[in-house]
């Protein structure tokens, strides 16, 4: 009974953009992807609690996870694409056309 009445911080999704908050995506795996004006991408557990976050170059405007959660790929204004994997040991691939 007193695991239960434990109290949990949870931060708050909006908090973690400083700025206008432009796409999400949600994954099977229950991993929230949003991206803002402040060319941050974070993603957080189901729960609220922050799993990771990447600077990335431009403003985006769509996210979309891979089939099986491990990925994703984030287009904006700009001729690049972004591929993230949700560990951040590994550098996002990043593709450019011209």
Same mark, same amino acid.
């Given at each position: ?26 994954? %099977?795996?229950?991993? @929230?992807?949003?991206? *803002? ?5 974070? /993603? ?6 922050? &799993? ?15 089939? %099986?959660?491990?990925? @994703?790929?984030?287009? *904006? ?5 972004? /591929? ?6 590994? &550098? ?7």
């Amino acid at each position: 009974m007193a695991d239960l009445m434990k109290v949990r911080s949870k931060e708050p999704i909006l908090g973690k953009h400083s700025k206008r908050i432009t796409s999400r995506a949600w994954s %099977d795996q229950n991993v @929230l992807a949003l991206t *803002g004006e402040d060319r941050k991408v974070t /993603f957080s557990d189901q729960d609220g609690n922050s &799993i990771g976050q990447r600077e990335i170059k431009f403003e985006v405007h769509s996210l979309k996870f891979s089939p %099986d959660g491990a990925m @994703l790929s984030a287009v *904006g204004d700009v001729q690049i694409l972004y /591929f993230f994997e949700l560990n951040e040991a590994v &550098i996002p691939l990043e593709l450019i056309f011209e």
